[in-house]
């Protein structure tokens, strides 16, 4: 008897087990990206127009130049500026530990890519922000609205 009840509560405890193994998983929800709101481009005169971002203490500020035709963004140039002054290139981050010269290698190339979207779509909306570049992104933004501002005066 005591067997079959031994035999009993092992085989109803291993059917708890599955039956919790096979429930619902919940995820965190995940973070929507902050959508971008369009430039707005009325009243912008053709020129070339540069503005800086405000500086990140750690990381530095971005500069662009916006050249701007029949009142569409034509052509950026975006570069980026690290604290000490010297701007991010394909050498950034050469020298330091191999993940941290990873991970700065890839901003560079997320620095390059923001102004080359830009200059492709002429929407600052449809440029994608490149995941472990989000300062980048964000000063991007901001110094390409600052030119844009300039381009109205």
């Given at each position: 008897m005591k067997k079959k009840l031994s035999l009993g509560i092992a085989l109803l405890l291993g059917v708890s087990v599955l039956a919790a193994?096979?429930?619902?998983?919940?995820?965190?929800?995940k973070e929507q990206p902050?959508?971008?709101?369009?430039l707005d481009m009325t009243g912008v005169k053709d020129g070339t127009y540069a503005a800086d971002s405000?500086?990140?203490e750690k990381?530095?500020?971005?500069?662009?130049?916006?050249?701007?035709?029949?009142?569409?963004?034509?052509?950026?140039?975006?570069?980026?500026?690290?604290k000490e002054g010297k701007?991010?290139?394909e050498h950034y981050g050469e020298g330091k530990e191999?993940?941290?010269?990873k991970k700065a290698q890839n901003a560079y190339k997320a620095i390059v890519s923001y102004g080359e979207q830009l200059t492709?779509?002429?929407?600052?909306?449809?440029?994608?922000a490149v995941s472990g570049a989000t300062v980048s992104y964000d000063q991007f933004k901001e110094a390409v609205t600052?030119?844009?501002?300039?381009?109205?005066k």
């Open positions: 193994g096979c429930g619902e998983e919940k995820q965190a929800p902050q959508k971008t709101a369009a405000s500086e990140n990381l530095g500020h971005s500069h662009v130049e916006l050249t701007i035709k029949n009142g569409a963004i034509e052509k950026v140039v975006h570069t980026s500026i690290d701007q991010k290139d191999p993940g941290a010269q492709a779509s002429k929407d600052l909306a449809k440029v994608d600052k030119a844009v501002e300039q381009a109205k």
